[in-house]
C-alpha cells in the first residue's frame, strides 16, 4: 500500500467516525441534487443540527463516466460544510464556509473538442448560500450556489495515446476563482 492510499483511507475512516458522532445526536436531513441526478451525476448530502442556528454538512459528488465524445468524465468531489442559518435550522435563508477536495480524470471545459484529457486532484475553499423552503413536515427543497478558489494538481494526457502531453516533471498546477457548486436538493428530514 502506498503512502496516498493509506492517506486516503485514514481520511476515510476520520471522516466516518467524525459523521458517526455528529449525525447520531441531533436532527438529521438527507439530500439529492435533483439536477444532478437527472445527469447521472450522483450528488447526495447529509446534513444535522449542531445548534438553533447551525449545522455541518457532508456531501459527495461522483461522476461514472467513462467517456463523453472519447474523453473521460470521472471524479469523485467531497465537501464538508459548516452552517449559519438566520432563521434557524433547516428554514430561510443561510450561508455556509467548507473545505472540500476531489480527484478526477477528465478533459475540463476549455479541451473541449481537443485530444487531451486531465488525471489529478484539487483542493477547494469558499462559500455556499442557499434557502430551504418547507413542502411539508418531513420534506424540503433547498436551493443553493457555491463557489471559491480551486487549487489543482494534475498531469496532461492524449487521448489518442495515453502519453502525457504538458512536458511538467510532477504536476502540473492551476488555480482560480470559480463557482463550482450549486443546484436543487431534495431534503428528507429523518
Keep these: 500500500m502506498n503512502l496516498s492510499s493509506k492517506k486516503v483511507q485514514i481520511s476515510l475512516l476520520f471522516l466516518f467516525l467524525l459523521s458517526t458522532v455528529l449525525f447520531s ?10 439536477f444532478y441526478a437527472i445527469a447521472a451525476v450522483p450528488n447526495l448530502g447529509i446534513e444535522t443540527k449542531l445548534g438553533k442556528h447551525t449545522s455541518f454538512q457532508i456531501d459527495v459528488t461522483t461522476s461514472f463516466w467513462e467517456s463523453i465524445n472519447t474523453a473521460p468524465q470521472k471524479f469523485v468531489l467531497l465537501f464538508p460544510e459548516f452552517r449559519y442559518y ?25 479541451y473541449w473538442s481537443t485530444d487531451f484529457y486531465q488525471k489529478g486532484y484539487n483542493i477547494m475553499y469558499g462559500i455556499t448560500t442557499g ?43 492551476s488555480g482560480e476563482w470559480i463557482l463550482y457548486r450549486g443546484g436543487l436538493m431534495l431534503v428528507y428530514q429523518l
Design 25 to 34: 445526536n441531533g436532527q438529521t436531513n438527507l439530500k439529492v441534487n435533483v
Design 86 to 110: 438566520t432563521k434557524e435550522f433547516g428554514k430561510g435563508f443561510y450561508i455556509g464556509t467548507h473545505i472540500g477536495g476531489g480527484s478526477y480524470k477528465l478533459q475540463k471545459y476549455n
Design 131 to 173: 434557502y430551504q423552503f418547507l413542502i411539508n413536515k418531513k420534506w424540503y427543497l433547498e436551493v443553493f450556489i457555491g463557489g471559491g478558489s480551486s487549487q489543482g494538481y494534475y498531469k496532461g494526457y492524449k487521448i489518442s495515446t495515453n502519453e502525457r502531453y504538458d512536458g511538467a516533471d510532477k504536476f502540473n498546477k
